[in-house]
């Protein structure tokens, strides 16, 4: 029987999961065994030789050690009328207020939040900022799910440290994502010259070793559709980029975003028909807001995930999804998120919410991202994965869980602003009974490759993001923890 591409690189990934364990269940058997070993040394070094341990706590120590070892811890052209702001002439997001009604422009639009749309200027040489070409170093793949999952170190394997129930390497689902992917504009002209693999050449490591890869798709993808009126950034994507999107490592995508329907509802039944033909895996949007607020549920390692989509831009409130029209998961009004949250904690062990929100190039999170957040893990979220605003925000432990405010641009046009052009990988180890634990890798993107970022450079986005967490720190080795 011929397998689809996306079932190939699924059974791959299953493939290369099912040899990291036993793996990792080989290096625990020598770990245990150097143990005993040096239980037995201990012992033989008694005091006249008289067999008792000269230091009965260093043997035990050395035992116990060796078994906690084993565990896993835009540039936007000109041609393309890609300038400075999103959401020009009303079509603005905003945050100042309610949730539009149909056909009426959002809130906030003439000014309020005019930043919360905007998708930045550009540069037409296409330089993503200065910062390292260099591919992982140290180590094989296989290397980075024994232990603690380093920054630079070439393993993406499961952070080490994990909470209660949260697990670790085989007992977990090891999750990964990335922020935005822009598959359009200069990212497409990128594709064309260099091969549609381009923009992961660099990254690809780290998203193939995890159990499921998701991303924010923020581009429709379509052969067809009419531009949306008065919106200064409207994309539009070849399906012959979703082959190479597969190989990369990513399984699931997002496409609860502002840049969705830039070809209109014909563009996103295209993307969903598109993303189903290749066997992608999408949430946020649907043909109606029952099929945009429902989950997709993958299973890791025995545990089942489940992934919703949610967006707090819509540049108009015809992009929202209706009981009869296609359209948006949108989180305005979070009552219908949080009824979708709380069904899916009844189908599944984690829940992981990918949410489009916050205000473009700002640090820190926003009012808005915060009271969010916390209303989606009280009603039941284990992990939230924030987008939209195009540079990292910090990490905030809340109530034993997770909030990613912002993973930033992953593949996207170049923008002024250097800080876009800082992005990474967020490693989640997540348990049945949905504890998780995170590591970030951080990369930079050159010309819309995003690669990993080594010494001192590595250390300075580690630490910017630490400063910018809320009760959470990020530590040397890119291990979130939380703190009071």
Not at 194 to 211: E, H, M, T, V
Not at 369 to 375: N, P, S, V
Not at 424 to 436: E, F, I, N, R, Y
Request: contains cysteine.
């Amino acid at each position: 029987m011929v397998m689809s591409r996306s079932e190939s690189h699924q059974r791959r990934k299953r493939e290369r999961s099912k040899r990291l364990r036993r793996l990792a269940v080989v290096n625990f058997v020598l770990l245990l065994a150097v143990g005993a070993l040096a239980v037995v040394y201990a012992l033989q070094r008694g005091d006249g030789g008289s067999g008792t341990p000269d230091k009965p706590d260093a043997a035990a120590n050395a035992n116990g050690g060796s078994a906690d070892a084993g565990k896993g811890a835009g540039d936007a052209p000109a041609a393309n009328g890609e300038g400075s702001q999103d959401g020009q002439s009303g079509q603005q997001a905003g945050d100042a207020g309610g949730t539009p009604s149909a056909g009426q422009a959002q809130d906030g639009a003439g000014g309020a939040d005019a930043a919360n749309g905007g998708e930045g200027g550009g540069n037409a040489a296409g330089g993503d900022g200065p910062g390292s070409g260099g591919k992982p170093d140290g180590g094989s793949p296989a290397d980075g799910a024994a232990g603690t999952a380093a920054p630079g170190s070439g393993g993406s394997g499961a952070p080490a440290e994990a909470g209660v129930g949260a697990g670790s390497g085989a007992d977990a689902a090891n999750l990964s994502f990335t922020g935005d992917i822009l598959l359009a504009a200069s990212v497409e002209k990128l594709m064309l010259k260099n091969g549609y693999g381009y923009p992961y050449a660099k990254a690809r490591n780290y998203l193939q070793l995890s159990d499921i890869t998701a991303a924010n798709l923020e581009t429709p993808v379509t052969l067809r559709g009419t531009p949306a009126p008065n919106k200064q950034y409207v994309y539009k994507a070849s399906p012959d980029a979703l082959p190479a999107l597969i190989d990369s490592g990513v399984d699931l995508v997002n496409l609860a975003n502002n840049h969705t329907l830039d070809q209109g509802e014909v563009g996103l039944l295209d993307t969903i028909g598109y993303l189903n033909k290749v066997k992608l895996p999408n949430v946020g949007a649907g043909r109606n807001d029952a099929e945009a607020f429902k989950p997709v549920i993958k299973e890791a390692n025995g545990i089942r995930v489940a992934y919703l989509g949610l967006t707090r831009v819509v540049p108009v409130g015809s992009w929202k999804a209706g009981p009869n029209h296609p359209g948006l998961a949108e989180s305005y009004d979070p009552s219908r998120a949080v009824a979708a949250i709380k069904k899916a904690k009844a189908e599944a062990d984690v829940v992981v919410v990918m949410v489009h929100w916050g205000t473009e190039l700002a640090d820190l999170p926003n009012a808005d991202q915060k009271r969010l957040g916390h209303a989606y893990i009280d009603a039941g979220a284990d992990l939230v994965v924030g987008s939209h605003p195009h540079v990292l925000q910090g990490f905030e432990s809340y109530k034993g869980k997770w909030i990613a405010y912002s993973l930033g641009n992953f593949v996207f046009s170049g923008m002024p602003d250097k800080r876009t052009a800082d992005t990474g990988v967020l490693d989640a180890a997540c348990g049945a009974g949905g504890a998780c634990s995170l590591a970030f890798h951080p990369m930079r993107a050159v010309q819309s490759q995003p690669a990993p970022l080594e010494g001192e450079e590595a250390a300075a986005l580690l630490k910017r993001l630490a400063g910018i967490s809320v009760h959470a720190t990020v530590d040397a080795n890119g291990l979130i923890h939380a703190k009071e």
